[in-house]
């Protein structure tokens, strides 16, 4: 069964960091592709950044760009999401969501991700 657990949230103050972890079981081969999302009150879900399975080629929201880094230790199964330079407006729920088989490029959509993992919170205030 495809399964993934998300940790790694918390509250920190504007300008610290917070590293997001992905663990990832079940799945059919180490190529998937992971993305991570956010969602704020209010607002729809939208795409922080992805790293796809064949080459850890990585793609970036302008929002995050120089500050977020996502990077992957398949002996471990786990995506990681670091964040620095935190700001309020990146106070959220953070998921992440993966595309099953061997995947070559990631998308920062969310209909392109066929997995979710639970949510967790990020909250960046003083």
């Known amino acids: 069964q495809l399964q993934l657990v998300v940790s790694g949230g918390g509250l920190v103050q504007p300008g610290g960091s917070l590293r997001l972890s992905c663990a990832a079981s079940g799945f059919t081969s180490p190529g998937y592709a992971i993305g991570w999302f956010r969602q704020a009150p209010g607002k729809e879900r939208e795409g922080v950044s992805c790293?796809?399975?064949?080459?850890?080629?990585?793609k970036y929201a302008d929002s995050v760009k120089g500050r977020f880094t996502i990077s992957r230790d398949n002996a471990k199964n786990t995506v990681y999401l670091q964040m620095n330079s935190l700001k309020p407006e990146d106070t959220a729920v953070y998921f992440c969501?993966?595309?099953?088989?061997?995947?070559?490029?990631?998308?920062?959509?969310?209909?392109?991700?066929?997995?979710w993992g639970q949510g967790t919170q990020v909250t960046v205030s003083s």
């Open positions: 790293i796809d399975g064949s080459n850890s080629r990585t």
């Open positions: 969501a993966a595309r099953d088989g061997y995947v070559s490029g990631c998308v920062l959509g969310t209909n392109w991700y066929s997995y």
